[in-house]
């Protein structure tokens, strides 16, 4: 039947005996144990065998070690039994106990103990827990270390709340108010997480105790089953801000998730996502599949975060990259993208006159309100592929000036100075700058006779074209508005009227920015040149102004087709009002022009999906949501607050809530 063994000579006694082995042999401290094999278990001689344990006071901690548990698929943590803190005289018992236990639960109750046993020394600590070297609901790659005074098994066990500190990038993202456990053995238990997913090779959930030294007690592979879809709105939010209607997300979804793609498509080669999957509406809000995006990014060796870190939502400049085998098979197609995106500037220059005599063609024509439903779709899809292409122009554009604004950051670190890049003169305003326009309006008023500044902050346009002291303004409120009508308070959500339609939101911000103290560009002034990457930042900024601009033109075309088709949907009774258009996506509009969908059943879509948006619009959604469905994150009712933890499941608890500094007293 064999001895009982150290914990270094056991073999084939269960994964977590091989898993301690291994970690004592990496150089984790692992408390002394020892290995009763299964043919021991309930030997006569047990007690006898267990004289080999060491006879000085220790107490001991008694765990399974079956071949079953704490797999990558499938994890039995917490739920065998453990005996803890017991003499040597009582563990012979503890292990048939334990082992007994285990066999049960895993293989039934007629089943023979086929289960190894750990005999561990017991460590007494001030602070015990678990840690995980990623998250183990959504896979990003952070160290999630959760902790509770004294030992962790009801931690282990899911019946005592710990305390929670997250790690990403090198920085704690979240950390408790009043800790248990002090950062600096934090810090330890994460580094200590880190160090065991490269030695081991899988993501880990790792057991630890600190008792002035950080112990191992057990480790073993996150379970990931079936891993759900993980959204973000981090910039999602920003990209298509709050409630997202029905017919904008079927015409914008396809064209952001299109343009990403192609972008990422054109850098990686060949991905195997579809531009569907990239993003979701929940709750008519916009969220981005970062769980998707991640497992890309980390394919190629890049951080699973890479795309906040260019949006310039993630502190810190872009890691190195450690490129895997899929990267270097690729690494010739990843040098002809730096290459080819080196010099897209001069590209950019020279492609985006073809895109806005394109974009005003396609404006031309037959006003929308002269043509028939059918020839109405056939003008929203010939524009899709115009808007598609602008989109990755202005994504692209987007990412440059990110990361040469990082870049020119650096730089000017280096260099000693204070300055940002955007602080720096590197050449004049662009065209298509709104704010250098606005301002330049405003000083137009400001050289105007006195009445000229009253009849703007009162908002009287019809006053001012009245008045032949205002002359040189509305000439220059018309130039103003010939640039940028187009424009409209969401450049991406073409339920929102155009400048053009709500002259008076212009004149508003002109009156706004009479109060804006002008600014001293005497304190920015530097006697020698920028230097070339911010120069680079400045080219970049202008062609972001004119990429916008220019979005938000060809964008812009659908707001009177759309408009035009709610007025031919509700001539047939499909629609009450012409705008109730939004309430139905693109696919169901075009379903009702042919005939697929009564218009009595588009009518009751609308007006569910009406009530529902009513229902939902003042919900305060989370930032991170795993799968595609939220519960009511506010109840009315009960005050209770839902939301997902690390750990997947329900959390309950009394929440404060203060939306100002009144509320603090």
């Keep these: 039947m064999g001895p009982v063994l150290r914990l270094e000579r056991a073999r084939r006694s269960g994964t977590k005996a091989g898993t301690l082995a291994r970690l004592a042999r990496l150089g984790f401290a692992v408390p002394d144990a020892w290995v009763v094999p299964p043919a021991l278990v309930d030997a006569p001689d047990l007690a006898a065998r267990l004289r080999v344990l060491p006879d000085d006071g220790t107490r001991w901690a008694v765990r399974s070690s079956a071949d079953v548990e704490d797999g990558s698929v499938r994890s039995w943590a917490g739920q065998f039994r453990t005996v803890l803190d017991v003499c040597r005289d009582e563990v012979s018992a503890a292990v ?111 057991e630890w105790a600190w008792d002035g030294t950080l112990w191992w007690l057990q480790a073993r592979p996150i379970t990931t089953g079936t891993r759900p879809a993980v959204y973000s709105s981090r910039m999602a939010r920003d990209m298509l801000p709050g409630v997202v209607l029905p017919l904008v997300w079927s015409v914008n979804g396809p064209v952001v998730s299109r343009a990403f793609l192609a972008f990422l498509e054109d850098v990686l080669g ?78 950019l220059d020279a492609r985006l006159p073809q895109l806005w005599q394109r974009a005003r063609a396609r404006a031309a024509g037959p006003p929308p309100g002269d043509l028939a439903a059918a020839e109405l779709l056939d003008r929203v899809d010939r524009l899709a592929p115009l808007v598609t292409e602008i989109a990755f122009h202005h994504v692209v554009t987007l990412m440059l000036l990110q990361m040469h604004s990082a870049w020119a950051r650096s730089t000017l670190t280096r260099r000693g100075s204070a300055s940002s890049p955007v602080d720096m003169p590197a050449g004049d305003p662009s065209d298509h700058d709104l704010g250098a326009a606005l301002r330049s309006l405003a000083d137009v008023v400001q050289a105007a006779p006195p009445s000229v500044g009253e009849r703007v902050r009162a908002g009287d346009l019809a006053g001012l074209r009245d008045d032949a002291a205002a002359a040189g303004f509305v000439a220059a409120f018309d130039g103003f508005m010939d640039r940028f009508g187009h424009f409209s308070d969401s450049a991406v959500n073409f339920t929102c009227p155009t400048w053009a339609e709500e002259p008076d939101r212009v004149l508003a911000m002109v009156a ?39 979005y938000a033109y ?24 012409r705008e109730d258009i939004f309430h139905l996506t693109l696919e169901e509009v075009r379903r009702v022009v042919v005939g697929g969908l009564e218009p009595a059943e588009a009518r009751g879509i609308s007006a569910s999906r009406a009530a529902d948006i009513a229902a939902t619009a003042d919900w305060e959604l989370p930032e991170v949501v795993v799968g595609d469905v939220v519960d009511h994150p506010r109840d009315e009712d009960t005050a209770i607050l839902r939301g997902i933890g690390v750990s997947r499941g329900m959390y309950t608890g009394r929440v404060a809530v203060c939306r100002g500094l009144a509320d603090l007293g």
């Design 96 to 206: 048939v106990d334990v082992a007994h236990s285990a066999a049960r639960a895993v293989y039934g109750d007629d089943a023979d103990p086929a289960v190894a046993v750990v005999v561990q020394r017991m460590v007494h600590p001030h602070v015990a827990g678990v840690v995980f070297s990623r998250n183990p609901v959504t896979g990003m790659r952070e160290t999630v270390v959760e902790a509770v005074p004294g030992t962790g098994d009801g931690l282990v066990a899911g019946r005592v709340e710990p305390e929670r500190w997250v790690r990403r990038n090198g920085q704690w993202r979240e950390r408790p108010p009043v800790p248990h456990l002090e950062v600096e053995v934090a810090g330890l238990v994460a580094d200590g997480a880190d160090r065991m997913e490269r030695a081991l090779g899988f993501a880990v959930d790792a």
């Design 270 to 347: 060949p991905l195997d996502v579809r531009p569907e999957e990239l993003s979701t509406l929940i709750h008519h809000r916009f969220y981005i599949n970062i769980g998707a995006l991640s497992r890309l990014f980390a394919e190629f060796g890049l951080p699973e975060d890479s795309l906040e870190r260019l949006a310039g939502m993630e502190a810190g400049s872009m890691p190195p990259m450690r490129p895997t085998p899929t990267a270097l098979r690729r690494l010739p197609r990843l040098a002809r993208a730096a290459r080819r995106y080196a010099g897209f500037g001069k590209h």
């Design 512 to 550: 706004a920015a009479l109060d804006v103290p002008a600014r001293d560009g005497s304190a920015h002034l530097h006697t020698t040149r920028p230097p070339w990457v911010v120069r680079r930042v400045a080219a970049y900024s202008r062609r972001r102004d004119e990429t916008s601009s220019l």
């Design 554 to 577: 060809a964008y812009g075309q659908y707001r009177p087709l759309v408009l035009a088709l709610g007025e031919r949907l509700s001539e047939v009774g499909a629609l009450d009002d």
